[in-house]
């Protein structure tokens, strides 16, 4: 099976201040990657994915992902960090379970706490 | 607004006594996914479908989950004989599957459970 692993329980950074939210993973074959977002009592938004071509993946609200083979990471960033970006951020990788290649399920990482001080 | 939308938002319960959850999809969405997630962990697979069939389920779905679709529209999720370790929120998600599908899932704000 697929998994992503997210090392970091939580993150702070300082509002302006570039943050960087990481994300190893462990695939069988090519990775379909993604970030999602999760605010209070809100539900889990996409943020960006990456299937193949370009490393470095954009996304909403000024977030970008940067593919790494060599060291199996796709950590999230963004160069100047707002307070209002303060949230849960999930890594998941698309998993084929036990049905085989059609399922399309995600498995997601524990999910990194994200701080950001005023 | 055309998102997933998932009801109620909150329940709680007694042990050992059933609940059920509804899922309605994107209107479009002919794949369901329910996933369920605790304080502090990611999302965990449950089951999916495709229009109306349920394609796989997780070994976590015990014999007291039962999920339907029965239009392929939206779906239910049943717990019956509630236990205490069955509180955690209960996320649906939906996706459109083509040849071309990456697997990007729009998920629902979730449903609640707490069992006393």
Not at chain 1, 54 to 64: A, Q, R, T
Not at chain 2, 4 to 28: A, L, M, W, Y
Not at chain 2, 40 to 46: A, H, I, K
Not at chain 2, 62 to 73: I, M, N, Q, V, Y
Request: hydrophobic share 30%; net charge positive; aromatic share 12%.
């Amino acid at each position: 099976a697929q998994s992503v692993a997210q090392p970091e329980d939580q993150v702070n950074v300082a509002e302006g201040n570039p943050l960087t939210v990481k994300c190893t993973y462990s695939v069988s074959g090519n990775p379909y990657l993604f970030w999602y977002v999760q605010y209070p009592n809100r539900g889990l938004q996409f943020l960006l994915k990456y299937i193949t071509g370009d490393n470095l993946v954009k996304g909403s609200y000024g977030f970008e992902a940067e593919f790494n083979k060599s060291q199996t990471s796709f950590h999230l960033k963004k160069p100047s960090a707002l307070v209002s970006d303060s949230a849960l951020y999930f890594c998941a990788v698309r998993d084929y379970g036990d049905s085989g290649a059609g399922s399309y399920q995600l498995t997601f990482g524990k999910g990194t706490k994200l701080s950001v001080i005023p | 607004d055309t998102g997933v939308s998932q009801n109620p938002r909150h329940k709680i319960t007694k042990r050992g006594q059933n609940v059920t959850f509804r899922c309605d999809p994107i209107s479009e969405h002919n794949r369901l996914y329910w996933y369920r997630q605790t304080l502090g962990q990611g999302p965990e697979f449950l089951t999916y479908f495709q229009n109306e069939a349920q394609l796989e389920k997780s070994r976590l779905l015990s014999d007291r989950f039962s999920a339907e679709r029965p239009k392929g529209s939206f779906s239910t999720l049943e717990i019956q004989r509630t236990e205490q370790g069955d509180s955690a929120m209960y996320l649906c998600a939906s996706s459109v599957y083509r040849t071309s599908n990456t697997g990007e899932l729009f998920f629902g704000e979730g449903s609640r459970l707490t069992v006393l």
